[in-house]
């Protein structure tokens, strides 16, 4: 059995002791961008106490997305020492997470400052935000024309779902990955082949909100470099195939105070062992649903996955179409699985960790202030007919981005930026986005209207 890593290190002494320890002579100093993309330098670890204390500069508009011109000063990227992880599958290479500063100020920009905004307001009250992430993807091969395919050819089944032969046969990457997980101390229990031919899930323990929107970060790039390595791709895509489910990016979120988790109420009348603070939390994120969207489903692509089980072979979506939540049913945006805590299902692969979570902690803290309720659970499987009066969630990234705009608390929530508010910023950068496309001729158009 692979031992557990040592716990991160809290400070420059500890981290210079994990280095050493490690055999790291190498540092991926990296941050995020708006859209989640990782940025990094490499730095040689000779160099930890001067970038422990003067961090790397970065030209913020060459990174993207970090609300700078050309004309600007450099970002500065200071490791936050707690994030350190040496990287599983490179000898010599660690990884460390960073905040971003502009002139000795930090940058309102950095979706991890933003996330920490959410946390710091939350910690004030005496309250931890812990969160679960269950990622999803795509093994595929790109063929020498563009196309992609399931990297493994037999993966054909209408139903896949825990195929063990499937699994089996990609036993060499999903035991890597594993292997590679528990290297890190993130306490690997499960990797399974999903709900698409093609498709992979590996599950690991929650942890507070930040670490987890780190670990995403990270396994993100561990995913991609063992497909890399087998001459693969390994795609978080929301839809990269019109007929088979998408991938999601599962969130199961608790608040807590202490020790305590404070979602959890056995006497629950509903039944569902769920607190009226969390049904307050539950509350305000369905009521912030239609904004909410356009943080945890951020792509154009990623409004096809939702509401799209006729389409697929297996005749279900696994996403929700519905501002709703239930019990143990996963057809709602909001699922409760177990006692002291929710999963919430409107996530996708392609979401950007920090903002996904940091409009999470907004709306559901708005639904506690307010002692909001939101009604009984619905209990019928929303795939197959949806009671009147259940609100549906954004059709597209535009439509998303609008209801965000809108959304007070929202807008509060991502902060403000020099120029005005980060929400504005950021819907800006996704209407040229859905622009882009929509200015593509697609294939579809052209069978459709070509000679029409």
């Not at 930040?210 to 390595?229: E, N, P, S, Y």
Request: net charge negative.
């Amino acid at each position: 059995m692979t031992a557990l890593s040592p716990a991160p290190p809290r400070d420059a002494e500890e981290l210079a002791r994990a280095i050493a320890r490690d055999g790291v002579e190498f540092l991926l100093v990296m941050f995020v961008n708006l859209y989640g993309k990782p940025c990094a330098k490499l730095a040689p670890v000779r160099t930890l106490d001067q970038l422990l204390t003067d961090g790397l500069g970065f030209a913020g508009n060459a990174a993207d997305g970090l609300g700078q011109s050309s004309a600007d000063p450099d970002v500065v990227a200071i490791p936050d020492v707690t994030s350190y992880v040496r990287a599983p599958l490179q000898d010599g290479l660690g990884i460390i997470q960073c905040d971003l500063y502009v002139e000795g100020q930090p940058w309102p920009y950095a979706p991890r400052h933003i996330l920490r905004n959410q946390l710091r307001l939350l910690a004030e009250q005496g309250r931890q935000l812990k969160v679960g992430a269950e990622p999803e993807y795509f093994l595929v091969r790109r063929a020498e024309d563009g196309s992609i395919s399931v990297a493994d050819e037999l993966d054909t089944a209408d139903s896949p779902c825990y195929d063990a032969n499937a699994a089996t046969r990609a036993f060499d990457h999903l035991s890597t990955i594993s292997r590679s997980l528990d290297q890190l101390g993130w306490e690997n229990y499960s990797n399974d082949h999903e709900d698409a031919n093609g498709q992979f899930e590996h599950n690991f323990g929650y942890a507070d909100a930040l670490r987890t929107a780190d670990r995403v970060i990270v396994f993100r790039h561990l995913a991609k470099m063992a497909a890399h390595r087998a001459g693969l791709i390994a795609t978080f895509m929301p839809k990269p195939f019109t007929d088979l489910t998408g991938s999601g990016l599962h969130l199961h979120v608790s608040l807590w105070e202490g020790e305590r988790s404070l979602f959890d109420d056995t006497a629950d009348p509903r039944g569902l062992n769920t607190s009226r603070l969390g049904y307050g939390f539950i509350a305000g994120l369905l009521q912030h649903a239609p904004g909410l969207m356009a943080l945890t489903c951020p792509t154009v692509n990623s409004y096809k996955r939702l509401g799209a089980g006729a389409d697929t072979l297996s005749r279900s979506s696994w996403a929700p179409g519905y501002a709703s939540y239930g019990g143990n049913n996963r057809t709602h945006l909001v699922r409760i699985p177990d006692t002291g805590r929710i999963e919430v299902r409107c996530v996708d692969g392609a979401a950007n960790p920090y903002l996904a979570i940091a409009g999470i902690a907004a709306a559901g803290a708005d639904g506690v202030a307010r002692g909001a309720d939101p009604g009984d659970p619905v209990a019928r499987d929303l795939e197959a007919a949806a009671p009147a009066g259940l609100r549906p969630l954004p059709p597209t990234l535009l439509h998303a981005v609008d209801e965000l705009v809108a959304d007070g608390v929202l807008r509060e929530g991502l902060g403000k930026v020099p120029n005005g508010a980060y929400a504005d910023y950021y819907a800006d950068a996704k209407r040229a986005e859905f622009a882009r496309y929509h200015r593509e001729v697609t294939d579809w158009e052209l069978r459709r209207y070509l000679q029409s």
